[in-house]
């Protein structure tokens, strides 16, 4: 960049100020003055702090006729509630009384424009925090040395607020409220040359959450703690790979009006889910077999044999429930991480997308997942897709007439090679998970092939 074009931070928050001060950044405040939104209104967390930076670089950047804008956001999100700034001190200690004592996440979404050129790069980070439980008392304390009202969640973990953060995983900067690796990565693929020093002394903690990138972590929906040898991040990296590989030997339907449909229902899906920091993608193919899978990161394909076999939006609605209960559930991470660790690495460290080794790798991950999961792992997808299918304001009875109708069909020809049913449990016993998370009644034919282990 050389000092040719201006710097803008379209933020007046200090804590943001002081890190482009810290990395040696020249440049000028000039906040985007728009309102930001706190409600999620169908979008993931990651999606939401994205529209809120972009919404703010690009008020910034109207008012400026040369220059880079950068712009950020940051929420703090427990369960499914979004925490944005305070609005007085009374509701800042509401907040902190909740956060404390219990892992939350924090989303930073970050927008660059460059008003020369026209480019406009948006990107999120999350990292998760664990924080100690504080007494009213610890919290009017802590109020007496830090204002609250500026800060999302109503602490600051670069000041006092670090002394009740128990742990930490992924990017502390971000926690910040700008993730300063992000912000590099993007302008380096902007072509803006602004950093002269090493990542490593930049953000060694991305570093870490890139190159080690093992976590455990609570899943919601198995009540479990479980490892992950791939951050978000590297799994929707993962997904993302297999998707250019999945789409070069299957074609997209080329019916509008069905991707639209895929493309719409799963939207609702995906908005009631557990897991909403990640952006899903809905698409069809076009292929007769009566299927559909889900790879990892929020990417979802139903063939159009599906969408034609169904009766219903309500039937298509618990399909892609039940696909993304695998998601929400992890299912295809950990089952690549137990069998094709190598694979899945080769996809990450082939600088060259598209290369023969990336699509070997990627096609053997697909071929892996279209086997199917293990039995606990396909009778927890169908209890969460009822679940969501129901949230989303369809009918889940939808997911058992599908079931049957599937059911009678196989009874009359042979399993194919990549049918929906081929590795799934009896069809009875489904069923009977479907209706006991319906609260419905269970009949007698309900308990043939049942399974050793309830679901809770």
Partial sequence: MGGKKKIYLASDSKARKELLELFGLDFEVLPGRVKESATV??????QLV?????????????RIRSGIVIAADTIVVDGKKVFGKPRDLADAHRMLKRLSGRPQWIYSGVCVIDKDSGTVKVASEKTKIYMDPLTDKEIDAYFKYVSPLDKAGSFDIQGRGGFFIRRIEGCFYNVVGLPVRRLYRMLKDMGIRVFQVVLVSLCLCGLLSSVIGCSTEYNVVTGQQETYYYSTEREVDIGRAMTREVEKQYKLAQDPLVQDRVQRIGARIAAVSDRRDIDYSFKALEDDEVNAVSLPGGFVYVNKGLVDKVASDDELAAVLAHEVGHIVAR??????????GYSLGRILTIPVAGTAEVAAASEAAFTTLM???????????DQLGARYTRAAGYNPQGMITFLEKLQEANRRKPLRPKNYLKTHPYTPDRIRVVKQELGEAISFDDYINIEDKPHE
């Fill in 50 to 62: 994205k529209d809120n930076a972009r919404h703010k670089a690009g008020a910034a950047a109207a």
């Fill in 371 to 381: 086997l199917g999961y293990g039995r606990e792992d396909e009778l927890l997808a």
């Fill in 41 to 46: 209104r169908g979008k993931s967390f990651s």
């Fill in 331 to 340: 299912h295809s991470v950990k089952k690549l991480q137990a069998i094709m």
